[in-house]
């Protein structure tokens, strides 16, 4: 359904409150072109309130794989949307991984435990635009026009403490504000918020692209690690496999653009399978960097941070998916059946996953086997947060409740 403005739904909001059975009547705008803010949506519908999802104008990712861990699939499966991914994506039951110190005939092979519920999908992102068009966008409303900024309110005195009217501003491009109960953005800089730089290690660059179809491709999913670099290889099927490449801020990393320095900066990582670089065509790089801080709050005067905006992530984690997956079905739980004071509802929402998050770093390994003898505290950490995902084929032990939806 779309909607040129958030005033004209009343002729839809009979249809609300269908899934969950939220009886509160708020109106909240979604800003944002990626996965969370679609499933933000979805989940925020399913809880009886009434989403407007509209884009910020960014140029969103319609290529590569996107994967999603147990909790995020169980959480999936709330809004019938876990069958679908299965269904179209492929399950990760196995992992090689090598690294750099390492002669190229020393790989190793794991697998998981026969499941029955595997614990990783990955899914191409066109197929998962594909579900999310007929499961969310067709349910929920939409709107054309861009969000250009967003105002919450800074009035903290008693009168808006106990004030249940729309406080938080969106301005679009067409010079129009409008007021919502709540927004939430999947990217910080709508939130004037301070980083905690002390736990970043910089900037984060990344370079992602498909197998060249001339080149044999692996059939596992595959790390390789270096002392400051990792490559990861995940295949979808047989016949749709997609690398990406990491590494951390420095002058080398920031001027690696051609074929010819990839393979320079990281073809010794290949040594143990076949050699992407020589069939790699430069137009199908995608290229990316992302910064790896902490924002201090993540939730406040009426707008709320999801996905890659309320925290930190390294490209190729493999947890950032389901992280953003938790965001969306918390907050709709905050804002349906939380607090009856939106500011309290989104205070409730940031603690709970606050929560979360130290959960996770406190299950992180502190170092791990598979790793070069001397290699870099960022590519320590990077590995530590994909063992969590894959911890049911790695010799490790995480906590159930670490890999739970009860969150």
């Known amino acids: 359904m779309n909607t040129e403005s958030s ?20 109106q909240i705008l979604i800003a944002g072109d990626g996965v969370t803010a679609t499933l933000t949506a979805g989940f925020v519908e399913q809880a009886g309130l009434d989403p407007l999802l509209a884009s910020v104008g960014a140029d969103p990712i319609r290529t590569g794989i996107v994967v999603f861990w147990k909790p995020g699939l169980q959480l999936l499966e709330r809004i019938g949307l876990r069958r679908p991914i299965e269904r179209h994506g492929s399950p990760l039951t196995e992992l ?17 435990p026969t499941p029955t519920d595997p614990s990783l999908i990955a899914i191409g992102r066109s197929d998962l635009e594909s579900i999310f068009e007929w499961s969310i966008r067709k349910r929920v409303d939409t709107t054309d026009r861009i969000v ?6 800074t009035d903290t005195g008693p009168e808006h403490i106990s004030s249940s009217s729309p406080t938080a501003c969106a301005s679009f491009n067409d010079n129009v504000t409008e007021r919502f109960d709540a927004i939430v953005a999947e990217h910080r800089g ?54 990406r490449l990491v590494a951390r801020n420095d002058t080398s990393a920031g001027a690696t653009i051609t074929v010819s320095d990839l393979e320079s900066r990281f073809g010794t990582l290949f040594n143990p399978i076949e050699d992407p670089f020589d069939q790699l065509n430069q137009h199908d790089i ?10 201090i709050s993540i939730a406040m005067n009426g707008i709320a941070l999801v996905g890659a905006g309320a925290r930190s992530g390294v490209p190729g984690d493999r947890l950032c998916p389901t992280l953003g997956c938790e965001d969306a079905w918390v907050l709709a739980d905050e804002l349906a059946y939380g607090p ?3 500011e309290e509802a989104l205070s409730e929402y940031e603690q709970r996953r606050r929560q979360r998050m130290k959960q996770l770093v406190s299950a992180v390994p502190v170092s791990t086997s598979r790793l070069p003898t001397d290699c870099s505290v960022f590519v320590k950490r990077l590995a530590g947060r994909r063992t969590i995902a894959f911890g049911n084929m790695l010799e490790c032990s995480v906590p159930a409740s670490i890999q739970s939806s009860s969150i």
């Open 7 to 26: 005033n004209n739904q009343s002729d839809t909001t009979a249809e609300k409150g269908s899934g969950m059975g939220g009886d509160r009547d708020r």
């Open 96 to 112: 090689m991984y090598h690294n750099i110190t390492e002669s190229a005939d020393q790989i190793t092979k794991v697998n998981e």
């Open 148 to 153: 250009s900024t967003v105002t919450g309110t």
């Open 190 to 243: 709508v939130l004037t918020t301070a980083t905690d730089t002390e736990r970043s290690y910089g900037n984060v660059h990344t370079w992602s692209f498909r197998w060249p179809a001339e080149t044999s491709a692996p059939v596992h999913s595959i790390e390789l690690w270096g002392e400051q670099i990792a490559a990861f290889i995940i295949p979808i099927g047989t016949d749709d496999v997609w690398v």
């Open 286 to 295: 995608q290229y990316g960097r992302v910064s790896d801080s902490h924002p």
């Open 340 to 342: 009856e004071v939106v």
